[in-house]
């Protein structure tokens, strides 16, 4: 069956549960213990003194563990990228650092793509450092022979330990190739260590692209967005081999950073909708997007959706990694600042507010709010300039949101 058909019910045992057609919140710390034995057997387990005998399931210890909100979940999450194993976090971020943190140690080198979503920006560039990690990066339209030349460079290439990417990146659009950061990878792997591929797919979400089909050894989510759906929720998803999750899940416990209860489930009640929401948001950014196309206000559209043969190695990727065009779109205003606040204040339904992939349609302007710690000459190398104003795509009736947008760049 599709995962949009098991959403409401896979994981679940009602019986468990007083016949509840819902999973309840499970809001408790901890869990009650049979015996002694059987409490020891979960704990040689949770903390990998063991491994799994056949047939046995891993039982409910607390709730900075496992929890069945939160399990059910990331069970759940596993259907969309067909992945071994799913964790959960209480935010993207969290998410994101578990993983920099679990697979890098001082003196290794982190190779990533140029640009990421501000608050990864920040805690690579700025926070990894301080553990004495190297950071080496890469743009979009870098060939794999340029990358692996920028590594080599870094006088680090025998400590590369990771490959971190984000596709479509937050704000531009830009597509890097999953598959050739893959052998870049691979490139750089030996017997006795290898280089992961880890992608932040969170603006696609777990419906329109599969990184891990293309090679990845993790993807990333800030179920924030499109997962969570509804602006009420900050949480995170990171999937890939059990192997690999063995290793996060382990360090999430003592991080302390597992997703709530009440997360878990208002992400459960979200997954039930993803794919509704997905496909109204697909279609309504295609007629918004050929609506900015042609408005003489707007000076440049960053759309997947707009990416033609002529435009090369980027229309390949697309078709290659994305079954869709996207929900997310950014375009240059005519003007400076000054025009782009000017559309910005002007906006009736949709809401001036940073964030994605929820149903109200939402704008901001990326170089002064997400991505304003980014390095300037950097910003504007990568097109994230003061004329710039981001769109996410909402569930709204599509002809609502055009005259919105109409209705605002008439203002400037
Ligand atoms: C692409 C991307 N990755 C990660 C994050 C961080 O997620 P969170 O805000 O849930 O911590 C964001 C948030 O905007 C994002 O856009």
Same mark, same amino acid.
């Given at each position: 069956m599709k995962p949009e058909s098991l959403m409401m019910s896979y994981g679940y045992k009602p019986e468990l549960s007083q016949g509840a057609i819902k999973c309840p919140i499970f809001q408790t710390s901890t869990f009650v213990f049979k015996n002694a034995e059987e409490g020891k057997a979960f704990f040689e387990v949770a903390y990998g003194l063991r491994p799994q005998n056949e047939g046995e399931e891993m039982g409910l210890i607390y709730s900075r563990i496992n929890n069945p909100d939160l399990e059910i979940l990331e069970n759940r999450l596993t259907l969309w990228d067909e992945a071994e194993e799913c964790a959960v976090f209480e935010s993207g971020m969290a998410a994101i650092t578990t993983v920099l943190l679990e697979f890098l140690k001082p003196g290794d080198l982190l190779l990533i793509s140029n640009p990421v979503y501000g608050g990864s920006d920040h805690f690579i560039k700025k926070i990894l450092p301080k553990f004495g990690i190297h950071?080496?990066? #890469?743009?979009?339209?870098?060939?794999?022979?340029?990358?692996?030349?920028?590594?080599?460079?870094s006088g680090h290439a025998d400590k590369l330990a990771m490959v971190y990417i984000e596709t479509p990146a937050n704000p531009t659009n830009d597509l890097i190739d999953i598959a050739?950061?893959?052998s870049i990878a691979q490139h750089f792997s030996t017997s006795e260590k290898e280089v992961y591929l880890a992608v932040d797919n969170t603006y696609m979400g777990p419906l329109w692209q599969h990184p891990l089909k293309h090679g990845a050894d993790l993807v990333l989510y800030s179920a924030t967005k499109y997962i969570g759906g509804h602006s009420d929720v900050i949480a995170g998803?990171?999937?890939?081999? @059990? @192997?690999?999750?063995?290793?996060?899940?382990?360090?999430?416990?003592?991080?302390?950073?597992?997703?709530?209860?009440?997360?878990?489930?208002?992400?459960?009640?979200?997954?039930?909708?993803?794919?509704?929401?997905m496909d109204i948001q697909a279609g309504n950014a295609n007629k918004v997007a050929a609506f900015l196309n042609n408005h003489p206000a707007v000076e440049k559209v960053y759309f997947i959706g707009n990416l033609s043969e002529k435009d090369g190695e980027q229309f390949h990727i697309k078709n290659r990694q994305c079954l869709t065009n996207g929900g997310m779109i950014s375009f240059d205003i005519k003007g400076t600042e000054k025009e782009a606040f000017k559309f910005l204040n002007a906006l009736k339904l949709i809401k001036l507010a940073v964030s994605l992939g929820s149903t109200e349609s939402l704008a901001e302007h990326p170089a002064t709010m997400t991505h304003v710690d980014v390095d300037k000459s950097l910003r504007e190398k990568l097109s994230i300039t003061e004329k710039m104003v981001r769109l996410s795509i909402g569930v709204e009736y599509y002809?609502?949101?055009? #005259?919105?947008?109409?209705?605002?760049l008439e203002k400037i």
């Open positions: 950071i080496a990066c #890469f743009s979009v339209g870098q060939s794999k022979e340029d990358i692996i030349e920028i590594v080599k460079k050739a950061s893959k998803a990171c999937l890939g081999s @059990k @192997k690999l999750m063995g290793r996060i899940k382990g360090l999430r416990t003592f991080l302390g950073n597992m997703a709530s209860p009440n997360t878990g489930w208002l992400l459960l009640r979200s997954l039930e909708t993803l794919k509704a929401r002809e609502d949101i055009i #005259f919105d947008i109409n209705q605002a």
